[in-house]
């Protein structure tokens, strides 16, 4: 069964880069009919997604975000990272990772615990 865990510093400064891994364990990352996501929650808000890279590589991103974001893989160490450029305040949330394997039309999904990222100097 494939379980996803967060890393990654909890405070990063205004205009810096925040920098996320998800470690996968429990299968490869290049599995088809895998796609891995990243979905944030700030304070007091309702779940956003932020994009997701899929088993052969491909990515998509929240249109809101897209030219801030990027999302990799390393196939070597079973990871995907997420790279959120010029960071302010508002990009303060709880990240998580998450599985999503498509079975026909049904969607089985497993979530990271997520991590606490505040952007603050």
């Known amino acids: 069964q494939v379980q996803v865990q967060e890393s990654g510093p909890g405070l990063v400064k205004p205009s810096q880069t925040l920098s996320l891994t998800c470690t996968v364990s429990g299968g490869p990352i290049t599995n088809n009919y895998y796609y891995w996501s990243w979905i944030r929650q700030p304070p007091g808000k309702g779940l956003e997604w932020v994009g997701y890279i899929g088993s052969s590589g491909s990515t998509y991103y929240n249109p809101s975000l897209k030219s801030r974001t990027s999302i990799s893989r390393d196939t070597s160490k079973n990871q995907f990272t997420l790279q959120l450029n010029s960071v302010t305040p508002e990009d303060t949330a709880v990240y998580y990772c998450?599985?999503?394997?498509?079975?026909?039309?049904?969607?089985?999904?497993?979530w990271g615990q997520g991590t606490l990222v505040t952007v603050s100097s």
């Open positions: 998450r599985s999503r394997e498509m079975v026909g039309n049904n969607a089985f999904d497993t």
